[in-house]
């Protein structure tokens, strides 16, 4: 049973191509029962598609046996094209007789667009290389294992051929973290295989285009065919064409790293370590958006290059692992809740402290991946606790303005039956530095949905109490820095108009970053309803620290 494409990732593709079709219609049919399904299409084509069931024949309908003429559509031109089975694509232009070249155009990039999604090929053995039309397709995500057998492949049968060693070219898109945060992960996937479909034909039939994690694009070429100055400006061209995608035209910028293989008896990991780590440095330098690998440059550039590769894998090679941290209600003493926090256990540097790979996955954009990752297994794991506290979980600007944020938040709630009523989200003041209708009604909407809202590390001074009474919310979280200067009379009048106007809101405050014993009747006498810190319980994998009750 073929597994069924996103339909997110669907609808942003089919967008992309109505914009440039007019008044054609494209869609997608799948043909393994009686009658042919559309699953997805342009609104041209879903306006056309006639209702209700099709007649079926005596079996299961076929791609290549479907006839455009006995579909229902109206007069004019009408195509089926047959993709991986039992996929096909369907075409139709009231005004055409034939085939145009504008809707071939159209055919032809949706074929390459949606090939990878709806067949992933395995990698080929480096004894049998793939003829250039079973070449691993682009949206599929190559590991980087995978990538290594075939650079290694691809050096071997150049000594085999004795032609001159290929070039290794890694492409990255520019701030492409922005049109996720903006248009969501479907847009940006779709975005994706548009351009792979782009970098696709702009290649000779020899060389190789694979997508890898993330933004980034792997070429090999032959060094001898063109100068790679000439190629990754072809490159850079063809990645700029405007791309038409949910009513707006996107312009995409690249930057490229170049390593010539032929100058080092490198294996192919650190080959492509010093491509990633070239087109960093394109990034960083702006050299025409092209940079070539220089050894003199390796040692720091290539470390920072390989930790951000190992954080973009970590959670799948199991070396993320969530800790989580009480909080209790002064009133009792009982533990009211718990925040999870993320921990990496490096397999050769050992754990890596969240202010070094927190700050690198918010600039990379990884942060959305692991903060996903973190919010379905902290509802997974806080599903066993042993009394049902409160479960807080950290949540970045990037990830709170994306679109679709709202709806991972329900698929995470829904996958693991974790209830709404226990997930508080934290905020930091990042997300109240956007301060408009749209981030007033995501809160609003989380909150209508059962779900807890905490403004994490409060305490920018006293403009900050503006968003108080503006923005709907639970929970302040005081910044550690104000808890520690208590006996500050400026903070400690700070801290009690906070306090105040929380009251008046029916909201809680928890001071953060209680630390001593002796802090804690402090913070209680100041009007804090919670604590956290490691007075009240040091981080782990339980949450309830042993001889501490839980509250209800």
Known sequence: MPTEPDPRFLAAVFRMLDSRLKLAALGLLRCDGGSPTLVAATPAMARLWPAGSLPGGEGPVTAGAVDPRGLGLPPGFAAVWPLTPPWALIAHDRRARRLTRALAAALDDAALILAPILDTPEVPSARQPAPPAERPVQGAILPRVAAHRIIAAALRAAEIARTPAPLL??????????????????????????????????????????????????????????????????????????????????ELRASIGVVATGSSSAAAPTLLLRADSAMRRAKTERRGGVAV??????????????????????????????????????????VAGAEALMRWDHPTRGEIRPTTFIPLAESTGLILPLGLWALRTACRAALDWSAPITLAVNISASQFHQRGFIAQVEEALSETGFPAERLELEITETVLMRDNPET???????????????????????????????????RIKLDKSFVGDLANPTTAGLIRAIIDQARANGVHVTAEGVERP???????????????????????????????????
Do not use: C, W
């Open 518 to 552: 002796e802090q804690i009747d402090e913070v209680r006498a100041m009007g804090f309803t919670h604590a956290q810190g490691y007075a009240t319980g040091l981080p782990g994998p339980e949450p309830i620290p042993a001889g501490m009750a839980a509250g209800t």
């Open 169 to 250: 070219l890694m492409i990255g898109l520019d701030r492409f973290r922005s049109i996720n945060e903006a248009l969501g992960l479907a847009a940006g996937d779709a975005l994706l295989a548009v351009t792979a479909a782009r970098l696709e034909r702009a290649l000779a039939p020899g060389d190789r285009l694979s997508r890898l994690e993330g933004d980034r694009f792997l070429v090999i070429v032959r060094s001898d065919a063109l100068p790679v100055d000439r190629l990754a400006a072809r490159l850079l061209k063809v990645i700029r064409q405007p791309i038409d995608l949910a009513g707006r035209q996107l």
């Open 440 to 474: 007033t009604g995501q809160l609003r909407a989380l909150i209508a949905r059962g779900i807890r809202i905490a403004l994490d590390d409060f305490g920018t001074g006293y403009s900050a109490l503006a968003y108080l009474a503006r923005l709907p919310h639970h």
């Open 293 to 334: 690998h220089e050894a003199a440059l390796d040692p720091a550039i290539l470390e920072a290059s390989q930790l951000e590769i190992d954080l973009a894998s970590a959670p799948a090679n199991g070396q993320m692992r969530l800790d989580y941290q009480p909080f209790v209600d002064l009133g009792d003493g009982s």
